[in-house]
């Protein structure tokens, strides 16, 4: 089921529109509006503010050989590894490697990690692609709280 409205706009917004509609190739209006307000709403939702949940695509390149840079990736994959979900590894050629990494956490977080790991020297074409959740996190079982025992003291 999908709710309608309308919107009035001036003759030269709508012209602009029209063209955005054909340079994008979306097949019409409706279309496009929809992309435009899922983008608004997940700019929100992934603002500071909000800190939403999310689902990070990182990926960069880097050259294996580079010193220490191998080494200090995994340790800060490990140090994370409630955020990192998985990792793709391709040896591109002999010097170079590519990576990309998916991550699952709040917007902040996710995009912290991706930070420390973009702004390492030896990394090169990083990027990181955030996709919002609808939903928060679910914690999963570590984060559930154990059952209590009762101790005969
Ligand atoms: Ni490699």
Same mark, same amino acid.
């Given at each position: 089921?999908? +709710?309608?409205?309308?919107?009035?706009?001036? *003759?030269?917004?709508?012209?602009?529109?029209?063209?955005?509609?054909?340079? !994008?190739?979306?097949?019409?209006? #409706? +279309?496009?509006?929809?992309?435009?307000?899922?983008?608004?709403?997940? !700019?929100?939702?992934? #603002?500071?503010?909000?800190?939403?949940?999310?689902?990070?695509? &990182? #990926?960069?390149?880097?050259?294996?050989? +580079?010193?220490? &840079?191998?080494?200090?990736?995994?340790?800060?994959?490990?140090?994370?590894?409630?955020?990192?979900?998985?990792? &793709?590894?391709?040896?591109?050629?002999?010097?170079?490697?590519?990576?990309?990494?998916?991550?699952?956490?709040?917007?902040?977080?996710?995009?912290?990690?991706?930070?420390?790991?973009?702004?390492?020297?030896?990394?090169?074409?990083?990027?990181?692609?955030?996709?919002?959740?609808?939903?928060?996190?679910?914690?999963?079982?570590?984060?559930? *709280?154990?059952?209590?025992?009762?101790? +005969?003291?």
């Amino acid at each position: 089921m999908s +709710e309608r409205f309308t919107v009035s706009v001036e *003759p030269a917004l709508a012209q602009d529109f029209d063209d955005f509609i054909k340079r !994008k190739g979306y097949s019409n209006r #409706s +279309e496009a509006v929809r992309d435009l307000i899922r983008g608004a709403l997940a !700019k929100e939702r992934l #603002s500071p503010e909000q800190d939403g949940a999310c689902v990070g695509v &990182l #990926s960069y390149m880097y050259d294996h050989h +580079e010193r220490e &840079l191998s080494k200090r990736l995994t340790q800060t994959h490990h140090a994370h590894y409630n955020l990192t979900v998985t990792t &793709l590894h391709m040896h591109l050629d002999h010097d170079m490697c590519v990576e990309s990494v998916l991550l699952k956490g709040t917007a902040r977080d996710v995009q912290a990690f991706a930070e420390s790991v973009m702004a390492r020297p030896g990394i090169r074409h990083g990027q990181l692609h955030r996709i919002p959740l609808e939903h928060a996190l679910d914690p999963g079982p570590a984060a559930t *709280p154990a059952h209590q025992h009762h101790h +005969e003291s």
